[in-house]
C-alpha cells in the first residue's frame, strides 16, 4: 500500500508501526540519548555546567545545538561529538548524542596510512566517545 509523502510522514511521526489499533502488546519505543520533562533551557543549563565541570570545550550551534570536543589525555588528538536537544512530545525533551568524525586543524577528516590502523583508530575513537558521553551523562545524574 502506497501512501502520500504527508501521510507517511505522520504515521512515522506518530511512531504507527502498521499494526492493527486492535492488537494488544506493547510498543517499543527506541531514544538515543536522555530523556528530560524538565524545560529546554534549564535542561541546556545544565549541561553547560556539566560540560565545564569535565572540561569540555564546546561551540554553540543554536540555543538547543552545541558541538562539543575533548582533549584526549594521552594523546594530543580530540574527540568531537554534538549535543542537540529535541522536543520528543508536548512535555518531555531528550538530548541526543551524536558522534563527530575526528577533524584536523585544516578542517579535512583525518587519513590514516593503512587501513588496519585506520580501523584500530576509529574504534578507538568510537570508545573515547563512549567514555566522553559516559562521563556527561554521570556528571548530569549527581
Not at 549535543?83 to 584536523?104: A, E, G, P
Not at 587519513?111 to 567514555?131: I, L, N, P, Y
Amino acid at each position: 500500500m502506497l501512501l502520500p509523502c504527508t501521510a507517511l510522514r505522520e504515521r512515522a511521526l506518530s511512531g504507527d508501526r502498521g499494526v492493527p489499533k486492535g492488537t494488544p502488546g506493547k510498543r517499543a519505543k527506541w531514544h538515543l540519548g536522555i530523556r528530560s520533562q524538565s524545560k529546554p533551557l534549564d535542561i541546556m543549563s545544565e549541561v553547560f555546567k556539566a560540560m565545564k565541570v569535565l572540561g569540555f570545550e564546546w561551540r554553540v550551534v543554536n540555543p538547543f545545538h552545541v558541538r562539543v570536543r575533548r582533549k584526549n589525555p594521552i594523546g594530543v588528538s580530540y574527540v568531537h561529538m554534538a549535543l542537540q536537544l529535541y522536543q520528543v512530545d508536548y512535555r518531555s525533551h531528550l538530548l541526543d548524542f551524536k558522534i563527530i568524525s575526528n577533524i584536523s586543524t585544516e578542517g579535512q577528516i583525518e587519513k590514516k596510512d593503512s587501513d588496519e590502523v585506520g580501523e584500530q583508530s576509529k574504534v578507538h575513537h568510537v570508545m573515547e566517545f563512549f567514555e566522553m558521553c559516559a562521563a556527561l551523562i554521570t556528571e548530569l545524574a549527581r
